[in-house]
């Protein structure tokens, strides 16, 4: 496609449930990242996939969330037993190569709400 | 740990005036340095970057940016802004080391543009 892309837009779901979130990367790109967006703080970085491995999880919370790109190609965010600190938008990523000096392209995020 | 500053939370300007906007970083070893722009509705899009050579780099809509590294700074210049400037923008920054290649963002700053 021409961009990233994320599903769903929004996502409201309440405490203690299972989301999955979506991005299709744009095509061809190797690397993908996931970040978090609080209201007022900057993009602040999840995970890191250079191909079908997760190369840098280092940015996970905690075991609540975990994510996968089983083809290379779309990842889905999980995060299990939701809690109204999570809510946030997600923000997909992707890059070419994966390289330090590749730009780095937003999705249009997933809104996610946890009441 | 890699951290990014952007001291100025919102700005409001008028039409024709110049601007900056200031980010400091933290980490002493290499860096590229991005600023990133988020249009009102519109997903995050790079506006330049910085990886090497010329410490003045310019990016798309006649914006651009000085690195000085004894100051750790990479302020964002436009010396004329228009209504369509109104936006958030954000300082990033990734550092070379193996395998970390994600973006450290600011917090962001909110420019507004009186017509």
């Known amino acids: 496609g021409a961009g990233v892309s994320q599903t769903p837009s929004n996502k409201v779901t309440e405490k203690g449930k299972y989301v999955e979130l979506r991005c299709d990367p744009i095509s061809g790109h190797t690397a993908l990242y996931w970040y978090r967006q609080s209201l007022g703080q900057g993009p602040e970085f999840l995970i890191y996939?250079?191909?079908?491995?997760?190369?840098?999880d280092s940015g996970l919370p905690n075991d609540r969330f975990f994510a996968v790109r089983p083809e290379g190609s779309v990842s889905t965010l999980k995060i299990q037993r939701t809690e109204r600190g999570d809510s946030a938008v997600y923000l997909c990523?992707?890059?070419?190569?994966?390289?330090?000096?590749?730009?780095?392209?937003f999705g249009p995020g997933t809104r996610l709400t946890v009441l | 740990a890699q951290s990014v500053s952007q001291h100025n939370h919102h700005v409001i300007l008028s039409e024709a005036a110049s601007l900056e906007l200031g980010c400091n970083y933290s980490?002493?070893?290499?860096?590229?340095l991005f600023w990133y722009v988020q249009y009102p509705g519109q997903h995050l899009q790079l506006l330049l970057k910085y990886f090497s050579g010329d410490p003045l780099v310019k990016g798309i809509k006649g914006f651009e940016a000085e690195f000085i590294k004894s100051k750790f700074s990479f302020n964002l210049r436009k010396p004329s802004v228009q209504w369509s400037d109104t936006a958030e923008y954000f300082c990033a920054v990734n550092a070379w080391r193996t395998g970390a290649n994600n973006l450290f963002f600011g917090t962001g700053t909110r420019l507004t543009v009186i017509p």
């Open positions: 990523a992707s890059s070419q190569l994966g390289a330090v000096t590749d730009t780095q392209y």
């Open positions: 996939f250079q191909g079908t491995g997760a190369a840098d």
């Open positions: 980490y002493g070893g290499t860096v590229n």
